[in-house]
């Protein structure tokens, strides 16, 4: 068995058939497809079962609800391929995926391939490239040329967090398993980190060949309060990575540490202005007055970064969310009237 494409399921039913029908369409015909129905509520178990009962390349966990990284791991330990995929029940692969994954895996040896992604919100698409050239990056190249943005350089630039890539099962197993099943946010972002460390071949490759739907009620593009509770979390998983692998991380993961920690900050208060969580202004100045937040907004030195993230960090930095919430909507509305104004002209 070549690859083992490893899918949970939860509350996607209405993208479901368009991702798993993705899969079993491949030109390449040699994998397993796992997919881990994680307590769903709604019509995807019935989905599930009746996939399997019809195509024997797959495989249904049913399982009580525990959350992404859960059912990741439980589809891991029952995957018996030698390459694993991951991918989310509402995305979708091009028909080609597996057989370029496993042209490039195979010529170049490596140990996790990283490709172009779409992300398609209904209206538009943009294409997500990784930051650096296309080519194969070994252990020494890795740290000269992918460390400096293995998390956040001081652009906020960094590498793909997106698990939407191919890794050796290997090296899946070491970077997934031991992951903390309370993770609701980040989690992907500690596993490609963890894999970017560990892999002594990465090959990166600008083919599009991966689906991202962009969905405001996901949890990545909604906001609840608790979210900050899970930054201080990925902080903390950070700070026990370095300090478990500081022979192997760059020499700046610490400061790379406390950019992240505030551009989170920032991208929770992107979503808490548009969802409109005006009466939570209190907790949220009370979140980022948490020791491990503040230290990163105080700490982080960022270079060459738009006007817009420049003051919103500064007005977060001082403890005031609301005027920092007043700028994010007024360059929402502004960027609005602008499409707006774009799309009219497309008529004309």
């Known amino acids: 068995m070549e690859f083992s494409v490893i899918v949970p399921v939860y509350r996607v039913e209405a993208y479901l058939k368009k991702c798993v029908d993705s899969i079993l369409s491949q030109t390449f015909p040699d994998f397993e497809l796992i997919l881990v129905d994680d307590g769903s509520p709604d019509r995807c178990p019935y989905i599930c079962d009746t996939y399997a ?16 990284v859960s059912a990741r791991k439980r589809g891991l330990m029952e995957a ?4 694993v ?6 995305d979708w692969a091009a028909h080609n995926f597996l057989e370029r994954g496993h042209a490039l895996m195979e010529a170049y040896e490596a140990d996790m391939i990283c490709v172009a992604r779409s992300h398609e919100d209904g209206r538009n698409s943009k294409t ?8 194969l990056y070994k252990r020494e190249d890795i740290q000269k040329n992918l460390y400096p943005m293995i998390l956040m350089d001081s652009g906020l630039c960094h590498l793909s967090y997106s698990v939407f890539k191919i890794f050796t099962r ?5 970077c997934f398993l031991g992951l903390d099943e309370k993770m609701t946010l980040g989690e992907d972002m500690l596993s490609i980190v963890l894999a970017y460390q560990k892999a002594e071949r990465i090959y990166i490759s600008r083919e599009l060949l991966g689906f991202y739907r962009v969905r405001d009620q996901s949890v990545c593009h909604s906001f609840q309060i608790g979210q900050y509770g899970q930054i201080r979390r990925a902080l903390w998983e950070l700070k026990k990575m370095h300090a478990e692998f500081a022979d192997r991380l760059p020499a700046d993961f610490d400061r ?21 969580a005006y009466p939570a202004l209190g907790e949220i100045r009370r979140q980022l007055r948490h020791p491990r937040l503040r230290s990163c907004l105080i700490r982080a030195r960022l270079g060459k970064i738009s006007l817009k993230t420049r003051l919103t960090l500064q007005f977060l930095k001082w403890g005031w969310p609301f005027p920092a919430f007043l700028l994010l909507v007024l360059c929402r509305r502004i960027k609005g009237d602008k499409a707006g104004i774009r799309r009219e002209r497309g008529k004309w």
């Open 128 to 135: 997500e490239y990784e930051p650096a050239p296309e080519g």
């Open 80 to 83: 018996s391929g030698k390459y």
């Open 53 to 68: 009962a019809r195509d024997e390349r797959v495989h249904v966990i049913h399982k009580k609800n525990g959350g992404v």
């Open 170 to 174: 290997l090296l899946a197993n070491e």
């Open 256 to 276: 790379q540490i406390e950019r992240y920690g505030a551009y989170m900050c920032f991208v929770l208060s992107i979503h808490a202005a548009a969802s409109g």
């Open 85 to 90: 995929v991951f991918l989310d029940g509402d």
